[in-house]
């Protein structure tokens, strides 16, 4: 389903030696069906941001290559997949947003595809560059930016945060994620939150230097194994808290903890910080000021196609949102899913800017989000559509009316 990468196990790859697919023969029985079953319509490119950026990445092109070379290796031939039909630049241009599969009308899903043929080429150690570089710091600093681990809490500095070891009859453990503690201006959406909680009263804490990077864009990059190691450490710190619901305002962490960390024995209630905001306010805990000046929304492609929350945000910020086009489960990518977060981008390929116009297009003097890598996407191409647009998240935008 939707937000889903199946597992593989070291056993497995020590049995078959085979890591994601490098060949026509290690896809699975329902990928190679599903090659046969495109009918060439067209719609997962019409859908596909990387494509419409204009990167070497057409899911159609892909489906339609790969079954090219399933023929011609059913009649003998011996073109290779990696370099000879699909180039390095196709398998790494992909935002993992999920548009191509729920666009297309006979299941195929050229995203699942991508993700086993990137798995082929992080373990022949393919991945290079900048990206390469972040998924060696989740390594060996538990975050992508390299910073200390024992500074996850600087952002809290002056605020009464919680940290769960003090405070083990917390009701909801808040996951902060590596962009709301280390990113300058993720910290500022990650104080608004916590004044917010402060305020409702909430009953929560936080791990502080205990929460480490879920490795969603690890197992996204296609390196399983450092996702495991990173979902390892964090499923028994969430143990030893016996944590059973958790906040989080990214919506990256929050599908790695919904989707992805079940495959290991995790069984958590995730709820994002604009679901959980509106339900302060709907008990009465928080009051909801109404909102000044105009604002449009863009639906981060984790919250709203993946995990189905586009309601609560809006709600959050109030009657008369100035709607994009593609919105709700058929938003448009920022740019930043799939590991492209960590990635150099060619100037005139931004897919932040892109829909950065879109937004910009409604007219709106606020573009509101739900993610921190939403957030930095879109004030850079807020800022390349040469606009003053403000660029913030709901949170902020409820905070600020609550003068907080
Ligand atoms: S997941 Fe998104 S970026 Fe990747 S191929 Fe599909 S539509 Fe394109
Ligand atoms: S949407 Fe599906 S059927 Fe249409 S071209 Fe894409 S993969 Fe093929």
Redesign the pocket.
């Known amino acids: 389903s939707l937000g889903q990468l199946k597992p593989i196990s070291i056993e497995e790859v020590e049995e078959t030696g085979v890591v994601g697919v490098s060949e026509i023969a290690h896809l699975d029985q329902q990928q190679l069906l599903s090659l046969d079953?495109?009918?060439?319509?067209?719609?997962?490119?019409d859908a596909c941001p990387a494509f419409a950026s204009g990167k070497p990445l057409s899911?159609?092109a892909l489906?339609q290559d790969l079954k090219g070379l399933m023929q011609a290796t059913a009649n003998g031939g011996s073109v290779a997949l990696h370099g000879d039909t699909i180039q390095a630049e196709t398998v790494w241009a992909c935002t993992s947003c999920n548009a191509?599969v729920t666009?297309?009308?006979?299941r195929?899903d050229?995203l699942g595809l991508l993700f086993d043929l990137r798995r082929d080429r992080a373990a022949e150690g393919a991945l290079a560059g900048s990206a390469a570089n972040s998924m060696r710091q989740m390594q060996t600093k538990g975050n992508p930016w390299g910073f200390p681990q024992a500074e996850r809490l600087v952002w809290a500095e002056g605020l009464d945060v919680p940290l769960a070891s003090d405070h083990p009859d917390f009701e909801i453990l808040w996951w902060v994620g590596c962009a709301g503690s280390f990113d300058r201006r993720a910290q500022k959406v990650t104080r608004a939150i916590a004044k917010l909680l402060i305020k409702a009263g909430v009953n929560f804490a936080v791990l502080g230097p205990n929460e480490c990077c879920t490795g969603d864009s690890a197992r996204r990059l296609g390196d399983e194994f450092l996702f495991q190691e990173l979902a390892e450490k964090n499923h028994s710190t969430l143990k030893q808290h016996s944590v059973r619901k958790i906040l989080t305002q990214c919506p990256h962490c929050m599908n790695s903890l919904t989707h992805d960390y079940p495959q290991f024995g995790d069984q958590f209630e995730v709820v994002h910080h604009t679901e959980f905001l509106q339900q302060l306010i709907d008990e009465g805990k928080l009051t909801a000021p109404k909102r000044n000046g105009s604002v449009t929304y863009h639906d981060p492609c984790y919250l709203a196609r993946v995990n189905g929350v586009h309601q609560a945000p809006r709600d959050l910020l109030g009657d008369g949102v100035s709607e994009m086009e593609q919105r709700r489960e058929k938003t448009f990518c920022c740019g930043a899913g799939g590991g492209r977060m960590w990635m150099e981008e060619e100037a005139d390929q931004r897919v932040s800017v892109l829909r950065a116009r879109e937004a910009v297009e409604t007219g709106a003097e606020t573009v509101a989000v739900g993610c921190p890598f939403c957030l930095t996407m879109m004030t850079d191409g807020v800022k390349s559509c040469g606009s003053g647009a403000v660029v913030e998240d709901v949170a902020e935008n409820l905070a600020k009316r609550l003068g907080l």
């Open positions: 079953a495109c009918m060439e319509c067209g719609r997962c490119d899911p159609k489906v191509c666009a297309c009308p006979v195929v050229p």
